[in-house]
């Protein structure tokens, strides 16, 4: 399996970005998707989750309200809106899927495979 994630870059506090994350190597519709980000001296946070079949989406507290996840089964493509950006969500930002089924969309332990992260930077 394999994870390209795409669409980090730098903004203003208030702005937007959406993140792609391509994937390959299995049947795409059949898994889980999540976004995670680490900010430097800081734990992977879990931020988003999205389901195989794209009906159960999942966020963390942080993001609430302004990130919004979807995917595109046909095109193996999981997305990251970002809106209304703050300064806090600088960091790394790696998708994942998950390595079986799963009902623990937020613990990073549920996740086999990683892409290899995109920066963004929100400046203030």
């Known amino acids: 399996v ?5 669409g980090g870059g730098l903004v203003e506090t208030g702005g937007s970005l959406r993140l792609s994350c391509a994937a390959s ?3 795409f519709s059949s898994y889980a998707m999540g976004w995670f980000r680490q900010a430097p001296g800081k734990e992977r946070e879990f931020v988003a989750a999205i389901t195989g079949s794209g009906g159960g989406t999942y966020f963390g507290d942080s993001v609430k ?9 046909a095109k193996s493509t999981v997305y990251l809106q970002m809106n209304s950006l ?3 969500d600088t960091a790394v930002y790696y998708c994942a899927t998950v390595r079986s ?12 495979y990683w892409g290899q992260g995109t920066q ?3 400046s203030s």
């Open 25 to 27: 190597g299995r049947t």
């Open 101 to 112: 089924w799963t009902n623990s969309y937020t613990s990073y332990a549920s996740y086999a």
């Open 86 to 88: 703050k300064p806090e």
């Open 65 to 73: 309200g302004r990130f919004t996840i979807s995917r595109d089964n």
């Open 120 to 122: 963004v930077t929100v």
């Open 2 to 6: 394999q994870l390209q994630a795409s």
